[in-house]
């Protein structure tokens, strides 16, 4: 058995793109492989900066022999359709064999194809792999048409020890690769996946992704911890640092006092986002004066440069970020709103002088819904929320805006629950983010989202497929999670009426609140779907007429799914389905509906008696239930309805010869329907 050694090298890849890119190569080849009918018994996939690493072992040195037969026509059938099975596969009549069958004597070609070379399959694979590599991004340089994420240098292919001839654009494969950039960068010969990792180590690479990302996080916490302080964890920081070094080597810097008065989450901002720094708190969770950077070298000074380098780096931003800071907090958040004339929302929806009326006035509307919730306070919020996206700190860190806002409100005087409103405005912005629960907070984040999708729906920008350019998707499941984590009985129909109605010029607003409803009802399912909440009971509940209100929506579909998974209710769909079909084939067939008062006097068998008494009864003491939302105890009464359905089913006949009887039964069949529909659209729940 052999083994496959096969690396890409190139300038650096982004940091993004090794682990997806490692995964695609290793598919593309070894899906090629088993394509080629070459079983191998182990992968491994290494990443670094500037190279992508394949080696797969137990490999056989070339391809399976192939015997094959292929049944012909009949012996005796004309000599053109013979001679056409002759030449599409290769073979003499002589080399065929004539074999009696039940329907007479046939011709069979037994192929035999010789198994090629492992290394000769291997190269086409290879080239094709790379061909097919599926870069988010890639380039062409020099007079290339060949194209790769970054200029490819060097491609090292080996099979059993031997060069494979795989060839891209210009790159011949060989036996060589380099070290690392600078303390190692001659180039040198392997043989093998062993010495190929060995070379590396000595030439100071270390391929191991994982390994990368221990030696970066102990020695970073290694740092903190001998000046007393603690590594602020960052698993997506360490993904990324981890991509952009072959030697990692950590180092700390010290951040000068005179920037430490800048709120935390700026410095963070520019040591994280910005520099790839890691922070350092001190034991109190405080931040301290302290980061850590990861660097890709060894020096003679203890890389006594590259900190101060980094110092003087950070130093500059900062020096930036203060002036921000201090200039931003002379100026009110009321002052800066008539700049907001002058920044366009959008195109279609003017501008966010505009929008900020909008908002306000959904705050208004929205406080009445929310208990605890001040309407003055969350107008307030509205008012000068989005005041904070002409300072000149979120115009340098735009990933700081609603944050910034709350501090410049506090250092305005503004109430505490309209500066943490503002800064808790655009969330939930994901799954995992933490949703607001302070009312004043609530209030203006569902305006935010509400409004954001009022109006793209007016001017008919709704998400189609998987485009959402404007996240209405996102929008519309943090509306959800609002709701529902909060408690609030919201009614969607009103409120997406009244933000549609802030759009005066809109002349889609009933279609647009109708589209809305659908595409809640379509976030929901994902949402609950993720919580293992079957879909079609959502769709049942949400079918219902004027049934916009999330809260007891969710209570009605956990009461419903109880309900439907029990025998009783499993018997009562079947009854229900039963009784609905009959009902479509018969009101389709009489172009009616059988929607009408039954007429007691026509009742001549007891079971359907006994049916129309207990279809009162459970509905009579049912509704109340289901008004005062105790949806478990409604469900237990319609449970009852299923051994007269079953008995209905069992003794009467449905098309009596009678017209009158006939159109009596066909009307207890639709107060079935009628009843079960109290609950929720039967119809929709898939069994």
């Not at 931040?287 to 006594?304: G, Q």
């Not at 010029?505 to 009933?510: E, K, L, S, V, Y």
């Amino acid at each position: 058995m052999a083994e496959l050694l096969l690396e890409l090298f190139s300038e650096e890849i982004p940091a993004r793109m090794q682990a997806r890119a490692t995964a695609d190569l290793s598919k593309l080849v070894t899906d090629g492989l088993k394509a080629a009918d070459l079983a191998f018994e182990t992968v491994e996939t290494l990443v670094t900066p500037r190279r992508l690493t394949l080696i797969i072992d137990g490999l056989p040195e070339k391809q399976p022999d192939l015997r094959e037969e292929r049944r012909g026509p009949r012996a005796d059938a004309p000599e053109k359709a013979i001679n056409g099975f002759l030449t599409g596969n290769g073979v003499t009549l002589d080399q065929c064999e004539k074999r009696d069958m039940p329907k007479g004597t046939f011709l069979f070609a037994i192929v035999e194809q010789k198994g090629r070379a492992s290394a000769e399959v291997i190269k086409d694979i290879v080239e094709d792999a790379m061909a097919k590599l599926p870069w988010p991004k890639s380039m062409r340089w020099a007079d290339q048409k060949v194209r790769w994420v970054r200029q490819l240098d060097s491609i090292l292919c080996l099979f059993d020890g031997k060069v494979i001839p795989a060839s891209y654009g210009p790159v011949n494969a060989g036996d060589t690769t380099r070290g690392h950039r600078f303390l190692a960068p001659a180039t040198f010969s392997v043989a093998n996946a062993t010495e190929y990792k060995e070379k590396l180590r000595t030439a100071m690479v270390m391929l191991d992704r994982e390994e990368r990302k221990q030696v970066i996080l102990d020695g970073a916490k290694k740092l903190a911890a001998s000046e007393g302080f603690d590594l602020l964890d960052d698993n997506g920081l360490l993904e990324e640092v981890c991509g952009l070094v072959e030697w990692p080597v950590p180092v700390m810097g010290k951040v000068d006092d005179l920037f430490m008065d800048i709120p935390r989450e700026v410095l963070e901002t520019s040591m994280r986002e910005h520099q790839k720094y890691f922070v350092v708190e001190d034991k109190n969770g405080k931040l301290a004066a302290r980061f850590i950077t990861i660097s890709n070298m060894v020096t003679a000074d203890n890389n006594a440069k590259i900190i101060a380098g980094n110092e003087r780096v950070l130093r500059a931003r900062l020096h930036d970020a203060k002036f921000f800071w201090d200039q931003d907090r002379k100026v009110t958040l009321q002052s800066r709103l008539p700049k907001l004339d002058s920044i366009v929302f959008h195109a279609k929806l003017g501008s966010l002088s505009e929008r900020v009326l909008r908002l306000r006035g959904l705050a208004r509307e929205l406080s009445a819904d929310i208990p605890g919730c001040d309407v003055k306070l969350a107008d307030r919020a509205a008012e000068i929320g989005k005041a904070d996206l002409v300072s000149q700190m979120v115009f340098e860190f735009t990933e700081l805006q609603g944050l910034m806002g709350k501090y410049y409100a506090e250092n305005d005087g503004e109430a505490p629950e309209v500066a943490n409103a503002i800064a808790e405005h655009y969330a939930p912005a994901g799954p995992s983010d933490m949703c607001p629960t302070a009312p004043v907070s609530v209030a203006f984040a569902l305006a935010e989202k509400l409004d954001t999708l009022a109006g793209f729906f007016t001017v008919d920008e709704k998400p189609t497929g998987s485009k959402d350019p404007f996240a209405l998707r996102r929008a519309a499941l943090g509306v959800i999670r609002l709701v529902l984590e909060n408690g609030l009985r919201l009614p969607l129909r009103r409120v997406f009426a009244f933000a549609v109605s802030q759009y005066p010029t809109a002349i889609r607003r009933d279609a647009a609140v109708d589209d809305l409803l659908a595409f809640f009802a379509d976030r929901l399912k994902v949402h609950l779907r993720e919580q293992g909440v079957r879909h079609d009971l959502v769709s049942a509940v949400f079918a219902l007429d004027g049934e916009d209100d999330l809260v007891r929506l969710l209570a009605r579909v956990e009461a419903l799914s109880d309900f439907v998974s029990g025998e009783s209710g499993v018997n009562l769909m079947a009854g229900y389905k039963r009784a609905s079909n009959i009902l479509r084939i018969e009101e389709k067939k009489d172009d009616t509906s059988y929607d009408a008062d039954v007429s007691a006097d026509l009742l001549s068998v007891d079971e359907e008696r006994k049916l129309y008494e207990a279809l009162i009864d459970v509905r009579h003491t049912a509704l109340p239930l289901l008004r005062n939302e105790d949806y478990a105890a409604a469900m237990t009464e319609f449970a009852r309805l299923r051994e007269p359905v079953d008995a209905f089913f069992e003794q009467v006949t449905v098309n009596s010869d009678k017209a009158d009887e006939r159109a009596n039964r066909l009307k207890l069949l639709a107060q079935i329907r009628t009843a079960l529909h109290d609950i929720a659209d039967f119809s929709k729940i898939e069994t």
